[in-house]
């Protein structure tokens, strides 16, 4: 497919910068996530749309025997190497299409996906294939971005990008953009419950990003998706210059002008039994 060619090609484009500034900062949120699936040691660990293990990274940490795919190698390499440097034996990543899962059924004790399945232009097919996989009595862990107005740093981020460019619209949310189309956890309870899933418990949690610089903030938020980066595309360097340095002052007033700024983010946990 050339929309798949075309995704693993933009995924592919963000792998270093999404691995160096990304993964870290959603470690926290997986570890909750996680325990909210009800992870013990020797679970068999499915994560799909792994990025650079930021879900399955924790899994292994914790005793569980992890497969982890994406469609980019790039972000596969870059799991591997994290993999390595933490001696993890136990994380096996491999190159995957979400929407079409190389196993067989009654697989994994856990299948999961933190901000990767809610990217997928088939939602329900690749719900699907994470409730395929999924043994029987075993659970099924989606974690997803929540509704827009809740999600700090994207309203920091426009309104920094505003000043410097007053036209700029942002996203479009109407129809949501795919980031957003299981913001609301209704919508992603109603889903979970669609696949067949029984016992469905939908939470809201904050995730809490750090910033030291609106350098360092633009460069997570462009390298977290490749709508983040789309936004800004058209921007000339000054323009991202003068966002980059209105993201400062906004990040400088949150923290006081000490330390780091925190910025709170609504997130949805979805879990759900086979």
Do not use: C
């Amino acid at each position: 497919m050339v929309e798949q060619a075309e995704i693993r090609t933009a995924w592919t484009e963000l792998a270093p910068k999404y691995d160096e500034f990304v993964t870290p900062s959603n470690v926290a949120i997986a570890e909750r996530a996680l325990q909210r699936a009800g992870l013990r040691p020797e679970m068999r660990v499915l994560d799909v749309a792994a990025g650079s293990g930021a879900l399955s990274l924790p899994a292994a940490r914790a005793g569980a025997a992890v497969v982890a795919t994406d469609i980019s190698p790039a972000m596969v390499d870059r799991l591997e190497a994290r993999a390595r440097k933490e001696g993890l034996a136990d994380l096996e990543a491999r190159v995957m299409d979400g929407h079409d899962l190389e196993f067989e059924d009654d697989t994994f004790d856990i299948a999961g996906s933190q901000f990767g399945v809610m990217l997928f232009t088939d939602l329900k097919q690749g719900l699907s294939e994470l409730v395929r996989v999924t043994r029987p009595g075993g659970r099924v862990l989606l974690v997803t971005m929540g509704s827009p107005p809740e999600v700090e740093f994207l309203g920091f981020f426009i309104g920094a990008v505003r000043s410097a460019v007053p036209g700029f619209t942002g996203l479009s949310m109407d129809p949501p953009p795919l980031p957003f189309q299981v913001s609301d956890p209704e919508t992603l309870r109603a889903e979970l419950v669609d696949v067949g899933l029984t016992d469905v418990h939908v939470e809201t949690a904050n995730h809490r990003l750090e910033f030291e610089s609106g350098t360092q903030m633009w460069d997570w938020v462009t390298a977290s998706n490749p709508i983040g980066a789309e936004m800004v595309a058209d921007l000339t360097e000054e323009q991202k210059t003068t966002a980059q340095r209105a993201l400062d002052d906004r990040l400088h007033e949150r923290s006081g002008g000490s330390g780091p700024a925190v910025l709170n983010n609504v997130v949805n946990i979805g879990v759900g039994t086979k």
